[in-house]
């Protein structure tokens, strides 16, 4: 969702803004623009990309130290230039950049016309800095007071960076509820909403928490109050970011360089967290907590989109292994259903970007009613990571892909280190199958490299496929969030209709459909309800659907009935939902790129959803 970059320091703003919003570009975005101070204020902005907004600024005067970059994704007005950030207070001094909701723009617009103020777009952000500006003007502020005014009257979310013309050797920032981090390098200063932007220049940063406001001054120290006008001392931290993980390394698209890169997320998720020889089996992160989560009466697990796929595997998982009652919600329904909870509850947080927006408010409701938090995050110090009790990162490095493909597979990994050390601890599972659990888990990575030999086959598959209006993937146990997911991958990237089910379910509707055009990709593998699955795919093929199948190694039955098998390595049953996924996220990869769909950055897709 909208992304924030700002410079301030020695060296020329413009190629650094550009380049910020370029790193900036996988959030998901529908217009970009940037401002600058020199000897005035300039601003330019338009619909599109970040080349539109190059070609835009090219000629003009793109000159100064000092600026701030946007990518905005539309939630108040529809994408167009007008709309487009930064914005600009009434008499022009003024530029800010937003991220976020201002839930009570609305009210404020009111009673800021009343007194003379006039709106040229349809946002709340141009309401926010008018309010700076009546601030400024009624109350003789400068600029960080004015911010810190303006924003006790603000309900909802922001993130924001403001400029003044008046004021030229400053950045003011801001955040409540959206993510932004401070970068500190020689002499000069930088303000993102991610740390992409930043990592280039410095690896000395500060997370703003909710309701901190920044100023950057130049030749200065990084000055941080909050909303109650107290002066903090900013903790600055060291950037675990490394820039090889942000460039596509030689690969068409990032989301394919993610997909063949799990065999090594996976192994770094599991590494120095279990031996097979002791059977230890060990998560340092919740260790503190691991005994609410021995003796919970229930696990609450939230999440959003994959995440909640994620989620799904892991009831099955914890409720198999270490049989602990699991409930997974979705976080945006959870938060406003009033929903039970109590002190005896451990609520479950997955989340990549450790910034989604439902389920930190979900987290944050459970916490009010005394459950204990976990968190499982990709990103290394993000908001939802902060606010739990206690958590297990997902070492699957960034993703850049909208569509998410190795942060799943590295938290269904987490999940099943979690479930295993719970269901040791609690006696609920044998000891040989435990052994054997994690034997199997250990030739994982091997397993999803030679799953990645299926490449080509599936490329082969997809052309058949790449022009059909409708997909239905099925499965049972297990491999049932795994066929919610492989559609998911197929609708984000490839814009086909597609849709997961139980497999037993599709006789309660989606075989309706089924005939001669439509291609059903099922999970049939070999262990868990194979010959119920094996009914299924012939209740498919006697109305003429086509059978894409995944199958264990060597299965002959299933085999025959497809009309398309890939095989994937043998394993545990549990750990199936790890290797079953890779072949499905490479057929959506390759119809989307055969359908010359944009396959990073998806329409009106966004890779964090900061707002609700
Ligand atoms: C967006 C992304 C998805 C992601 C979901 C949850 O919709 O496009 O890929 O699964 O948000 O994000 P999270 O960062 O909480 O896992």
């Not at 086509?546 to 549990?574: M, N, Q, R, S």
Request: charged fraction near 25%.
């Amino acid at each position: 969702m909208c992304g924030i970059v700002a410079y301030i320091g020695n060296k020329e703003a413009y190629p650094i803004l550009i380049k910020g919003l370029r790193r900036l570009e996988y959030r998901g975005y529908d217009s970009a623009g940037i401002s600058l101070v020199n000897a005035g204020l300039n601003v330019y902005k338009c619909k599109g990309k970040v080349s539109d907004l190059e070609a835009f600024a090219s000629g003009k005067d793109v000159s100064g130290v000092v600026g701030i970059g946007h990518t905005r994704w539309a939630t108040h007005g529809e994408p167009n230039d007008v709309n487009a950030h930064p914005h600009q207070s009434g008499n022009e001094h003024l530029a800010i950049i937003h991220n976020g909701i201002i839930e009570n723009y609305d009210s404020l617009k009111t009673e800021l016309k009343k007194r003379g103020h006039v709106f040229k777009s349809d946002t709340d952000t141009e309401v926010l800095v008018h309010l700076i500006e009546d601030v400024q003007a009624n109350e003789d502020l400068p600029l960080a007071e004015a911010v810190r005014v303006a924003l006790t009257q603000v309900v909802g979310a922001y993130a924001i960076a403001v400029l003044d013309r008046n004021d030229p050797n400053v950045i003011i920032g801001a955040k409540k509820g959206s993510p932004m981090v401070v970068g500190i390098g020689k002499g000069e200063f930088f303000l993102a909403s991610d740390a992409t932007p930043i990592v280039e220049y410095t690896k000395e940063v500060v997370y703003l928490e909710d309701e901190q406001i920044v100023e950057l001054r130049l030749g200065q120290e990084v000055r941080i109050k909050n909303i109650e006008n107290e002066t903090l001392t900013p903790y600055i931290q060291e950037l675990e970011l490394h820039l090889e993980a942000l460039e596509k390394g030689g690969y068409d698209h990032f989301m394919l360089k993610e997909i063949f890169e799990q065999p090594k997320s996976i192994a770094d998720s599991m590494r120095g967290r279990f031996h097979v020889e002791s059977g230890d089996v060990s998560l340092g992160g919740i260790i503190d907590y691991e005994q609410k989560l021995v003796s919970a009466k229930r696990i609450i697990i939230v999440a959003c989109g994959t995440s909640w796929h994620a989620g799904l595997v892991g009831e099955y998982l914890i409720e198999d292994l270490a049989r602990i009652p699991v409930e997974v919600e979705y976080a945006s329904e959870f938060r406003y259903r009033n929903p039970i909870i109590n002190e005896e509850d451990v609520v479950i947080a997955i989340s990549q970007s450790g910034e989604t927006a439902d389920t930190l408010a979900a987290l944050e409701l459970a916490k009010s009613k005394g459950a204990t938090t976990i968190g499982i995050c990709n990103v290394v110090g993000s908001s939802i990571s902060r606010v739990t009790d206690a958590g297990s990162y997902t070492h699957a490095g960034p993703e850049i892909g909208v569509a998410s493909t190795k942060a799943f597979t590295a938290q269904v990994t987490v999940l099943i280190l979690m479930a295993l050390r719970l269901a040791h601890k609690r006696g609920s599972i044998p000891e040989s199958r435990f052994h054997q659990m994690l034997a199997s888990l250990e030739k994982l990575p091997k397993q999803v490299e030679e799953t990645l030999k299926t490449a080509s086959l599936v490329e082969h598959i997809s052309k058949q496929y790449k022009d059909v209006r409708n997909f239905l993937y099925l499965g049972r146990g297990y491999n049932f969030p795994v066929a919610l997911e492989g559609a998911l991958k197929l609708k984000e990237i490839s814009y086909i209709h597609a849709e997961g089910y139980p497999a037993a379910e599709m006789k309660h509707g989606p075989i309706a459909l089924i005939d001669e055009e439509m291609p059903v990709v099922v999970i049939a593998t070999s262990k868990g309800n194979y010959e119920k699955v094996i009914s299924n795919i012939q209740e498919v093929k006697a109305r003429k659907g086509k059978i894409i199948a995944i199958v264990t190694e060597g299965d002959v039955t299933a085999a025959e009935l497809a009309d398309h098998v890939i095989e994937i390595p043998d394993t545990e049953e549990a750990l199936v939902p790890i290797l079953a996924s890779v072949p499905l996220q490479l057929l959506s990869y390759y119809i989307a790129v055969m359908r010359g769909c944009n396959v990073d950055q998806p329409r009106n897709l966004a890779k964090s959803v900061t707002v609700e």
